[in-house]
C-alpha cells in the first residue's frame, strides 16, 4: 500500500461547480498537510498548508483535515476554468525540512468545463 | 526575485551520456531538493541538500549524484545516462525551519534519454 493514495482522475466538472479533491494516507506519523497546483509543463506551487485536524479556508479554497481517519480533501468553490490544472497533495513528519523531504500523491487532473 | 531557476530546460541524451542539471535559487534558502516526476508515479526525491557542502540521498538516488558547492546552487549529475531516466526533473528549496516550512519549486527541466 503506498503511503499516500490519490485518484489521478482526470475529473471534469462545470464552471461554478464546487470541486472536492481528497487524498487518503497511511502513516499516521504524517502531521502537515499541503495543496500544490501543477499547470501543464510548470513546477507545482503550493496552494494551501495546514497541520491540524479541521478547516482551513482562503478565498474559494478550503482545506480540511481528518487525522483520525487518514483523509484530507480540498474543496474549491465556483470553480473557474483556470482553476484548470493537476493538484497534488504533499504531507510530512516534521516541522521544516530534513530527512523526508515531502511525500506527494500522484495528483489528480482536474478540467473546469466553460 | 527570480525565486528556483533551473538550466536547461529541454535536453536529449543518448544512452550513456552524461550531463549536469543546474538549480539556482535567490531566497538564501538553506535547503534544496531534486524530485523526478513520471507518469503514474508522481514526485519522487532524489537527493537533498540540508546547507552549503551537504547531501544526503531520497527515495530514488541511484545513478543520480549530487553537488552543493555553493548555498545558492544545487547540481544534479547523470554519469551515464539510461532510458528509464527519461522525466521532468524539478528543483526545489526551503528555509529547513519553521512548522509552516514549505518548498518553492523551479519549472523543471524536461529530458529524454535514447
Known amino acids: 500500500q503506498k503511503e499516500v493514495e490519490q485518484d489521478p482522475g482526470p475529473l471534469s466538472v462545470p464552471e461554478g461547480a464546487i470541486v472536492s479533491l481528497n487524498c487518503t494516507y497511511s502513516n499516521s506519523a504524517f502531521q502537515y498537510f499541503m495543496w500544490y497546483r501543477q499547470y501543464s509543463r510548470k513546477g507545482p506551487e503550493l496552494l494551501m498548508y495546514?497541520?491540524?485536524?479541521g478547516n482551513k479556508e482562503d478565498g474559494r479554497f478550503t482545506a480540511q483535515v481528518d487525522k483520525s481517519s487518514k483523509y484530507i480533501s480540498l474543496f474549491i468553490r465556483d470553480s473557474q476554468p483556470s482553476d484548470s490544472a493537476t493538484y497534488l497533495c504533499?504531507?510530512?513528519?516534521?516541522?521544516?525540512?530534513?530527512?523526508?523531504?515531502?511525500?506527494f500523491g500522484k495528483g489528480t487532473h482536474l478540467i473546469i468545463q466553460p | 526575485n527570480a525565486g528556483v531557476t533551473q538550466t536547461p530546460k529541454f535536453r536529449v541524451l543518448k544512452t550513456g551520456q552524461s550531463m549536469t542539471l543546474l538549480c539556482a535559487q535567490d531566497?538564501?534558502?538553506?535547503?534544496m531538493y531534486w524530485y523526478r516526476q513520471d507518469p503514474g508515479m508522481g514526485l519522487r526525491l532524489i537527493h537533498y541538500?540540508?546547507?552549503?557542502?551537504?547531501?544526503a540521498k531520497g527515495e530514488v538516488p541511484d545513478g543520480y549524484n549530487v553537488s552543493r558547492l555553493k548555498k545558492q546552487n544545487f547540481l544534479l549529475g547523470l554519469e551515464s545516462a539510461a532510458p528509464s531516466q527519461t522525466s521532468v526533473y524539478f528543483c526545489?528549496?526551503?528555509?529547513?525551519?519553521?512548522?509552516?516550512?514549505?518548498?518553492?519549486f523551479g519549472p523543471g527541466t524536461r529530458l529524454t534519454v535514447l
Open positions: 526545489a528549496s526551503s528555509t529547513g525551519q519553521g512548522s509552516t516550512d514549505t518548498q518553492y
Open positions: 495546514t497541520y491540524s485536524s
Open positions: 531566497m538564501n534558502h538553506e535547503y
Open positions: 504533499a504531507m510530512k513528519k516534521y516541522s521544516g525540512g530534513g530527512a523526508d523531504g515531502l511525500t
Open positions: 541538500s540540508v546547507g552549503e557542502g551537504t547531501t
